[in-house]
T-cell receptor, first 113, second 112 residues
Framework: KAGVTQTPRYLIKTRGQQVTLSCSPI?????VSWYQQTPGQGLQFLFE???????NKGNFPGRFSGRQFSNSRSEMNVSTLELGDSALYLC????????????FGPGTRLTVT | TQLLEQSPQFLSIQEGENLTVYCNSS?????LQWYRQEPGEGPVLLVT?????EVKKLKRLTFQFGDARKDSSLHITAAQPGDTGLYLC????????????FGQGTRLTINP
């Protein structure tokens, strides 16, 4: 079974621009979560989608948004990029059941200059 | 304030030594997971513990869930360079908007 895939793997953007990251979950997984990982803050939860609905949301500004499609693929968008948005963005899929094991993709390394 | 506190944050030891990493909280979790992350990759799930007092072994790794389901430990016997990585614990909250919370991680380096 193929794992979680994320595209692109690396991205360089300029302050003020916007970016869209893509995630394809493991086949059969209906839950997709997004995390931001930085050396200083660790792994921070952004949001979770289940069956095209946002189920949980972390404490991030409205510039961070996401969506999930009917095939469970998900996209995350960040508008008006700031230098502090430079991070590894990780997508994780799961069955969305009571035990929330997460299966992570390799991440997208975003650098904002 | 981190809901899950991991200690130590950094650990560098010689091959063959034993070590223990701790994951502590004042909150009760319905389950707790351990992940290992290598540079340039996403975290990989190692184990899930569900029952208070539960012990699970994965080769040279032993995971324990505290009796009160507020803490967990990871013990590695005879560490090898291949064990090097960032170890993350994650607790599944019973209530709250964010159902899965992560500790800040323990960066482990095993020197040959």
């Amino acid at each position: 079974k193929a794992g979680v895939t994320q595209t692109p793997r690396y991205l360089i953007k300029t302050r003020g621009q916007q970016v869209t990251l893509s995630c394809s979950p493991i086949s059969g997984h209906r839950s997709v979560s997004w995390y931001q990982q930085t050396p200083g803050q660790g792994l921070q939860f952004l949001f979770e989608y289940f069956s095209e609905t946002q189920r949980n949301k972390g404490n991030f500004p409205g510039r961070f948004s996401g969506r999930q499609f009917s095939n469970s693929r998900s996209e995350m968008n960040v508008s008006t990029l700031e230098l502090g948005d430079s991070a590894l963005y990780l997508c994780a899929s799961g069955l969305g059941a009571a035990r929330r094991e997460q299966y992570f993709g390799p991440g997208t390394r975003l650098t904002v200059t | 304030t981190q809901l899950l506190e991991q200690s130590p944050q950094f650990l560098s030891i010689q091959e063959g030594e034993n070590l223990t990493v701790y994951c502590n909280s004042s909150s009760v979790f319905s389950s707790l997971q351990w992940y290992r992350q290598e540079p340039g990759e996403g975290p990989v799930l190692l184990v899930t513990v569900v029952t208070g007092g539960e012990v699970k072994k994965l080769k040279r790794l032993t995971f324990q869930f505290g009796d009160a389901r507020k803490d967990s430990s990871l013990h590695i016997t005879a560490a090898q360079p291949g064990d090097t990585g960032l170890y993350l614990c994650a607790g599944q909250r019973i209530q709250g908007a964010q159902k899965l919370v992560f500790g800040q991680g323990t960066r482990l380096t095993i020197n040959p």
